[in-house]
DNA sequence: GTAACTAGTTTCCTTTAGGAAACTGCACTC
DNA sequence: GAGTGCAGTTTCCTAAAGGAAACTAGTTAC
């Protein structure tokens, strides 16, 4: 039987919230090009066709896609500059930001597991 | 323009590394049931069918799949008992709890992104 | 006039995730 | 010997994600 010591993770009722919570920040960030973009365009704003080319594979369509659900989600704005022909640049939001610690984590837990696989392969 | 102020964010090379950590660590978490299985175990060993009852809507087929998955990475450790029948007990590991940090960012974040859409809908 | 660039859209296809229902084999209980 | 619980497996199906290729419509340079 465990002892309830001092909890470093959360308690059952806790849990169930935080679950939801979890689930809610994988959703919008779930998909296979979601993190690259936003990473991209934090480093700086670019147009479509220059997003294009800076991530590898993705194709028209889902770049489309996936640019407009980012703007939905307030990660990313779109913005129509009135040259002509038109061009449209893509920035991160401050809002985007926001992300930060959870990027720091994930990209620190990740390295740190694969390191661990790796590891775990050479035996 | 901008100016490069003290950066929060990785530098452009960095990145590069950071996403593909990232998408590592997504990789492993991702998919509806595995964080919900990690948590429950995480508050308690359990057999095959408590874990069923517990996590609401999963069916056997995925569930078994999903310990498999989770055992191959060395979140939860899976004992076989020699009782009469045997009885087998799922356990998180010590490993399943280096998420600690990543688990409460996701869940702070999320909790965070869904009032602001709430609130968003609100207008 | 033709090639290229702008920012996408459309169509069709494959892969993957996930789910429902039935089934397995073993042991115990009544 | 019929039902129950254990820990899954098998089969069949649907929905969603993602990709390849072609296409749109406007403009500009050669």
Redesign the interface.
Known sequence: M?TLEKQ??PT?DE?A??????????Y???GKWK??LI??L??SPKRFNEIKKEIEGISPKILAKELKDLELN?FIKRTVNPTIPVTIIYEATD?S??????????????????E?IKE?MRK
Chains 1, 2 share one sequence.
């Open positions: 465990k470093e993770l059952k849990c919230g935080s679950l939801r919570n979890i689930i809610d920040a994988l919008v960030l779930n993190i690259a990473l991209s934090i480093q307030d809002y930001r926001t992300l930060k610690n959870v990027i720091y984590e994930l990209s620190n837990w990740g390295k740190m597991h694969r661990k775990s």
